[in-house]
């Protein structure tokens, strides 16, 4: 079936510290988007990227898209505390699969 | 007011009984969902419909059957409940397609004991 990779599966960064989750499919995707689960809570939609090579910002979140739209990426500078969560990917292949999600933690 | 809003929001439930999960929107969107997210935090897409119509059906045991009386509700309902189906059960909805991003309930934790 459809799959999207996303690694690493955790990532702990002291507060300050920059960190990056990439998502990785065998087939090109439609687009692709990102999502925040904070522990205990609900994922919620960050960002949609939908052209090659797109790259977008919001604050200090960086999200790319892969020339062949085959992979993304999602980047953080300088870490806060309120960055922790797991962050997925979902890819559309005409519905959207997500990703096993990356769990950030932050220590202050 | 809540975009989707499910209820209830924890269910501790006997193996062999059935319940459902109710849930709602309150955005306009023609799509909504019913995703499963296990203890590994997998988010596994269980069913879909779009406008009242059943558009996907995962590989998910008939013991789980959705329905939908209007495009603002998806209802899910479960027979012969089993420990395996201890989750987090997430409604989602989005406008047609999923483009734009899905906006997701506040879950319903499920344990069957």
């Known amino acids: 079936g459809q799959q999207v990779m996303q690694i690493p599966q955790y990532q702990h960064v002291q507060e300050g510290e920059d960190f990056t989750t990439y998502c990785n499919s065998s087939t090109t995707l439609s687009n692709i988007q990102w999502y925040k689960q904070r522990p205990g809570g609900h994922p919620v939609f960050l960002i949609q990227l939908v052209k090659s090579g797109e790259v977008k910002k919001q604050k200090r979140l960086t999200f790319q898209f892969g020339e062949a739209k085959k992979n993304s990426s999602l980047h953080i500078t300088a870490t806060q505390t309120t960055d922790v969560g797991t962050y997925f990917c979902a890819g559309d292949f005409n519905k959207f699969y997500f990703g096993s999600g990356t769990k950030l933690n932050v220590k202050p | 007011d809540t975009a989707v809003s499910q209820t209830p929001k924890y269910l501790v439930t006997q193996m062999g009984n059935d319940k459902s999960i109710k849930c709602e929107q309150n955005?306009?969107?023609?799509?909504m969902y019913w995703y499963k997210q296990d203890s590994k935090k997998f988010l596994k897409i269980m069913f879909s419909y779009n406008n009242k119509e059943l558009i996907i059906n995962e590989t998910v045991p008939n013991r789980f059957s959705p329905k939908s009386p209007d495009k603002a509700h998806l209802n899910l309902h479960i027979n012969s409940l089993e420990l395996g189906d201890s989750a987090v059960y997430f409604c989602?909805?989005?406008?047609?397609?999923?483009?734009?991003?899905?906006?997701f309930g506040s879950g319903t934790r499920l344990t069957v004991v």
């Open positions: 989602a909805s989005s406008p047609r397609g999923g483009n734009y991003g899905y906006t």
């Open positions: 955005l306009g969107h023609d799509t």
